[in-house]
């Protein structure tokens, strides 16, 4: 069984500040260490590693924007052999993801480079910010590139009307092992003039890519300070992260009751029992027959009050 990991990351964490007197919001992050649990955890391959990793590298952003146990959850959807990558933050930084495919394996691009864009095909992605109001707000965009850091500038302009520059990097070594993983988020705010947008363009365009800047031992701050130190950031707060999994035996036995008491006596017939692994963390959770019949009972018995309490009424 799995020990599900809640252990901060020292050097996991995202970095907030504000430029050019309040008309630049930046956010840069490092998440190596976070990957590469989840990539032990899931076995994944490098293409794969790349895709969950820039994922979640934006994900632990966007829930840096969150108060508290607010929640966002990131949604990729592609015709690649990759098929989804799931990955949700919150704003206590928490943060977990899985792809659907582990081990995919498609050749490099011209450049040399993992082939992110293959890998995910053609698609969307999805923006699910949980506020804790009721109704989750869903927001989402068409692929532009498949390399996700585009791809989520596009998700904020449309979206949420905020032109963005999203930078997203994972550097997958020679052992498979994750040597760096972290991204980087500038936006415009309400205000923002044309001319700090053009400086913001030309900054963006001479900056190395984030994964070589973590690598060589760069923390958010210096992501940022190599960006845009010429707009003179005012650094906020930091938000320490860690991989953090919600599942549970007790969420475990939900799944299993809401599939009937039909499906449950045949899971006890043909299996004899049930185990069930998070698609996050990959904890393994087993049912015997006798828990199995427990759960169906529980089942009956929630029926016949239903049954009694409608007749009373």
Not at 104 to 126: C, F, I, M, R, Y
Not at 256 to 276: F, H, R, S, W
Request: proline share 4%; net charge negative.
């Amino acid at each position: 069984m799995i020990e599900t990991q809640t252990k901060t990351n020292i050097k996991d964490y995202v970095a907030q500040a504000t430029a050019a007197n309040g008309q630049v919001r930046a956010l840069a992050v490092t998440a190596t260490g976070i990957v590469e649990e989840i990539r032990q955890r899931l076995d994944m391959w490098p293409v794969a590693t790349a895709a969950l990793g820039r994922t979640m590298a934006a994900a632990a952003m966007l829930g840096a924007m969150q108060k508290g146990s607010e929640r966002v959850t990131i949604q990729i959807i592609g015709d690649g052999p990759l098929e989804q990558i799931v990955a949700d933050a919150d704003g206590e930084g928490n943060l977990r993801g899985y792809v659907q495919n582990p081990h995919v394996d498609v050749p490099n691009s011209k450049q040399g480079k993992l082939n992110v864009k293959t890998a995910l095909g053609e698609g969307h992605l999805w923006v699910i910010r949980d506020l804790g109001l009721g109704e989750p707000y869903r927001g989402g965009v068409p692929l532009v590139s498949g390399e996700i850091g585009e791809d989520f500038a596009s998700y904020f302009a449309r979206s949420e009307q905020t032109p963005s520059v999203v930078a997203l990097g994972v550097l997958v070594g020679v052992d498979l092992s994750v040597r760096a993983a972290g991204g980087l988020i500038l936006q415009l705010l309400p205000g923002a003039t044309e001319g700090i947008a053009i400086m913001l363009e030309h900054m963006v365009r001479s900056l190395p890519p984030i994964s070589s800047l973590i690598d060589a031992g760069s923390t958010p701050e210096d992501i940022i300070e190599q960006a845009i130190g010429e707009l003179q950031p005012k650094y906020l707060h930091q938000l320490p992260l860690r991989f953090k999994c919600s599942c549970s035996r007790t969420r475990c036995e939900s799944a299993l009751i809401a599939l009937g008491t039909e499906e449950l006596d045949e899971l006890i017939k043909e299996q004899g029992e049930a185990e069930l692994t998070c698609r996050f963390c990959k904890e393994r959770y087993t049912f015997t027959r006798e828990e199995l019949e427990a759960l169906k009972t529980q089942i009956q018995a929630k029926r016949c009050k239903s049954q009694v309490k409608g007749d009373k009424d």
